[in-house]
């Protein structure tokens, strides 16, 4: 009997990675499941211990408090270096990590006596090493990774808007929710964290790469099946994604920052939104990263709320459903990936 390929999908987010293992076949709730710190999150504990100067190099990763702890750092009297790959963790405009006060380099400069950090935030060693001592991970396949990558902006413009006009073009041109869906020789060159992973998850091993977004990772894992138009929502601990579904495929986004949300805003949001009398600037300019609509407004959506900050939606008068793929709502984004890598042909 020919034994299935696995895939391994990791969604890395503002405070959890969340990780499944899918083998084809198998009941969903049976699949390897881990949900673990972030590695934004762990990179901050870790740098947080240290009392010298900094080289710090690797890959781009999220940077979550990395860069108001380097900033800290430095006021205490510490140098911090930084290649420009790892730089680009704090800002994808380096010029920007520069006036902080970060020394970006080519290598570690002559003489460094300090401590040295290689930044990575796809370890796929790390998740092996748990899965294999328990028989599981011998026929993975495939690596298909989630992240949010705002994108390199051209210089002057905020990195808000770029990442939200990639998001609209790709929509406006009708590639749907395959647009979202990179291997690894078609990421965009300005997308530099999605570059970082697939590189390391290459140098890891890994022969078939795909790479999404995490808000597209979460629509797709949480959104039903229904042709009825739906109102998805992912409240993450960072970001807050809202999508229009209709017949499957997006026809609308909204984003905005979680901490900037409380339940009325929200509401007013989720209800105006779909209406299309949620203007791309209002969010904006509420510190968030935008929204538009490409479709005339529904008569009539459903709600489907995600993420770990769903509790949010307590307090509003919205009625709503809870989807758990697999009997667990953290592992939302990993599912999307797992519908991505079908879309693709890259797994059964």
């Avoid at 690797?58 to 860069?67: L, M, P, R, S």
């Amino acid at each position: 009997m020919k034994l299935s390929r696995q895939l391994l999908a990791i969604d890395i987010g503002h405070g959890t990675q969340d990780i499944l293992l899918y083998e084809p076949g198998r009941e969903e709730e049976n699949n390897p499941q881990l949900v673990l710190p972030s590695p934004s999150a762990v990179w901050t504990k870790r740098l947080r211990r240290v009392n010298a100067d900094l080289f710090i190099y690797g890959d781009t990763i999220g940077g979550g408090d990395i860069g108001w702890l380097l900033k800290r750092h430095m006021e205490k009297g510490h140098r911090v270096y930084m290649t420009e790959e790892a730089a680009r963790t704090i800002r994808d405009d380096v010029s920007r990590v520069r006036e902080m006060g970060v020394e970006v380099v080519d290598t570690k400069p002559s003489g460094f006596a300090g401590k040295e950090v290689e930044l990575a935030e796809v370890d796929i060693p790390f998740i092996t090493n748990i899965l294999q001592p328990l028989g599981e991970g011998e026929r993975m396949a495939v690596v298909a990774i989630a992240v949010q990558d705002h994108g390199s902006s051209p210089h002057g413009e905020s990195d808000r808007l770029f990442r939200f006009s990639c998001f609209r073009q790709i929509l406006e041109e009708k590639k749907g929710f395959a647009g979202f869906m990179y291997l690894s020789n078609e990421i965009p060159p300005y997308f530099h964290r999605m570059l970082s992973a697939a590189r390391r998850a290459r140098r890891h091993g890994a022969r078939q790469i795909m790479l999404m977004d995490t808000a597209m990772s979460a629509i797709m894992g949480a959104k039903s099946d229904n042709p009825e138009p739906q109102l998805v929502a992912n409240i993450g601990n960072g970001h807050t994604i809202i999508a229009l579904v209709i017949q499957g495929e997006i026809q609308g986004l909204l984003e905005h920052h979680t901490s900037l949300l409380t339940p009325k805003k929200l509401e007013d949001y989720m209800i105006r939104f779909p209406q299309a009398e949620v203007s791309n600037e209002e969010v904006y300019n509420d510190g968030g990263h935008g929204a538009f609509l490409l479709t005339k407004p529904p008569a009539h959506v459903t709600i489907a709320v995600t993420g770990p900050k769903r509790n949010l939606m307590r307090e509003t008068a919205l009625v709503y459903d809870l989807p758990a793929p697999g009997g667990n709502m953290m592992l939302t984004g990993p599912w999307g990936l797992v519908a991505g890598a079908k879309i693709r042909g890259l797994i059964s």
